[in-house]
């Protein structure tokens, strides 16, 4: 089993529409929690942190449910610039206070005129 | 503007060679990583770095090594590049203590 699993996609959306992507993931230990876009053959660049009260930057929010062990991304209104991979990203604290990224596979979107 | 800068960007070699890829960051972090993404598995962690000569194996090393001798840079060498090492490379900074990585825009290898 991945340690971080997404539904890999394509979700195809018109302009205008709401998108959600869940995320799940298998370490309870994990302390915390990200969304990075990463365009086609571009590097991953980070979207926002994933807070427990949730957490929104204008038309992106996102979620977390410890106890289910889930991680969710809400865009609304898509743009085409939208139009992306969006990888879950769970952080473990490792020993020395270094830091160690598990990276899902990605959900790809893309979002039609 | 502080950066972080993979060279080459796009790399073909034979099977059995070493091959050195440079990393580069000017944002003075003290953490750094290297990644490869192939379709199927994502991005998967190679080796890592908490600081001048600190390294570290991540889930994917067999074949690979790294040295920190400063700050900057985090080379990754495959002593004997195989055909299984066909991927894209990414290398990554960030500051200790905290969770954000930036990441340098990639390295694309062919082992032929």
């Known amino acids: 089993r991945k340690e971080v699993e997404q539904d890999p996609g394509p979700f195809n959306v018109p302009e205008g529409a709401t998108v959600a992507f869940n995320c799940t993931y298998s370490n309870s230990a994990s302390q915390s929690f990200f969304w990075y876009r990463q365009d086609c053959r571009k590097e991953p660049k980070l979207l926002m942190s994933v807070y427990s009260s949730g957490n929104e930057d204008g038309r992106f929010t996102a979620q977390l449910n410890r106890a289910s062990q889930y991680i969710s991304l809400l865009i609304r209104d898509s743009k085409l610039s939208d139009s992306a991979t969006y990888l879950c990203v769970v952080n473990i604290r490792l020993h020395n206070a270094g830091n160690m990224l598990t990276f899902g596979g990605g959900t790809r979107l893309m979002v039609k005129p | 503007d502080a950066e972080i800068t993979q060279s080459p960007r796009h790399k073909i070699t034979e099977t059995g060679r070493q091959v050195t890829l440079a990393c580069h960051q000017t944002?003075?972090?003290?953490?750094m990583f290297w990644y490869r993404q192939d379709l199927g598995h994502g991005l998967r962690l190679i080796h890592y770095s908490y600081g001048v000569q600190d390294t570290n194996k991540g889930e994917v090393s067999d074949g690979y090594s790294v040295s920190r001798s400063n700050t900057e840079d985090l080379p990754l060498t495959l002593e004997s590049a195989a055909s299984s090492q066909t991927s894209v490379y990414f290398c990554?900074?960030?500051?200790?203590?905290?969770?954000?990585?930036?990441f340098g825009p990639g390295t694309r290898l062919t082992v032929l």
């Open positions: 944002w003075n972090h003290n953490n």
């Open positions: 990554a900074s960030g500051q200790g203590g905290t969770d954000t990585q930036y």
